[in-house]
């Protein structure tokens, strides 16, 4: 009998960890099939009781996350994530190039007070990123519309770690998973939409866009993006050359012609 109780312990630990796995891969598959479509145009309620739409803020790239207020780990998380990539990408692109939301899914409890509370609790007051709330059918909507599944259960809810990218013309366009992740995560994708997605190639824009987005790079020794030349000068170096060698072969066909002469 000892056999058969060995065999039941290795059971009682082996399939909660496969029912998680089963778990986090039929979140991801849900949130990967929300990529490509659109956000409907919801209403919402900022921290100064103000109202917003999701409609207003076409035009520009948008960073969506959800979170409850009541949540002691994984919210606060992606929140303190959140931050230093938010002030990356703004200090890259500019503060008005993006817009950032996060909205509160606990819809008993997630008010603008307490949304505001939350927010200056974790530090993340910064230009363009708007805490707002919502009732229970925008909530859905959006959680909807973006893949975010929402498990309640005794404790609060279980959700995914999962911050969604949206392009200016509403559809998502990336997600980045995980409650710890890096600035560039965020910024990259960003750069992507604002510099490959704008102008096409055949306009004189749409070149310089296309020219940002390819010089603009990250250094990790200083954990900011900065516009590389080197790009330039290796284009300049490679002119210079071309014309050397266009030069020597215009003289080399004249000479036997000159001599000929």
Same mark, same amino acid.
């Given at each position: 009998m000892r056999w058969l109780r060995a065999i039941c312990l290795l059971l009682s630990l082996v399939l909660p960890v496969r029912a998680a796995v089963v778990e986090q891969d039929v979140l991801l598959r849900?949130?990967?099939?929300?990529i490509?479509?659109? =956000?409907? %145009? $919801? +209403?919402? &309620? %900022?921290?100064?009781?103000?109202?917003?739409?999701?409609?207003?803020l076409r035009g520009k790239p948008l960073i969506v996350s959800m979170v409850y207020t009541g949540c002691a780990d994984i919210c606060p998380l992606i929140i303190e994530n959140l931050y230093p990539a938010i002030e990356l990408a703004q200090?890259? $692109?500019?503060?008005?190039?993006?817009?950032?939301? &996060?909205?509160?899914? %606990?819809? !008993?409890?997630?008010?603008?007070?307490?949304? !505001?509370?939350?927010?200056?609790? +974790?530090?993340?007051? =910064?230009?363009?990123?708007?805490? =707002?709330?919502?009732?229970?059918?925008?909530?859905?909507?959006l959680s909807e519309a973006i893949g975010f599944e929402i498990i309640p259960s005794a404790g609060g809810f279980g959700h995914?770690?999962?911050?969604?990218?949206?392009? !200016?013309?509403?559809?998502?366009?990336?997600?980045?998973?995980?409650?710890?992740?890096?600035?560039?995560?965020?910024?990259?994708?960003?750069?992507?939409?604002?510099?490959?997605? &704008?102008?096409?190639?055949?306009? =004189?824009?749409?070149?310089?866009d296309r020219v940002k987005l390819f010089c603009t790079v990250y250094n990790p020794n200083t954990g900011r993006y900065y516009f590389n030349y080197s790009l330039f000068i290796g284009i300049a170096i490679g002119l210079v050359c071309l014309l050397l060698v266009f030069t020597w072969l215009v003289r080399e066909f004249r000479r036997p012609q000159a001599a000929g002469e």
């Open positions: 849900k949130a990967q099939s929300a490509g479509q659109s =956000l409907p %145009d $919801l +209403h919402f &309620t %900022d921290t100064a009781g103000k109202q917003v739409r999701l409609a207003q200090s890259t $692109l500019g503060h008005d190039a993006f817009s950032v939301i &996060t909205v509160g899914f %606990d819809t !008993r409890n997630d008010t603008p007070d307490r949304m !505001r509370t939350f927010a200056r609790a +974790h530090g993340a007051e =910064l230009p363009n990123w708007q805490f =707002l709330s919502a009732n229970a059918q925008t909530v859905n909507k995914a770690a999962q911050v969604t990218i949206v392009d !200016r013309k509403g559809r998502i366009y990336r997600h980045v998973y995980g409650g710890a992740f890096s600035p560039q995560m965020i910024v990259d994708p960003l750069l992507d939409i604002i510099y490959g997605q &704008t102008s096409p190639v055949t306009s =004189l824009a749409g070149i310089a």
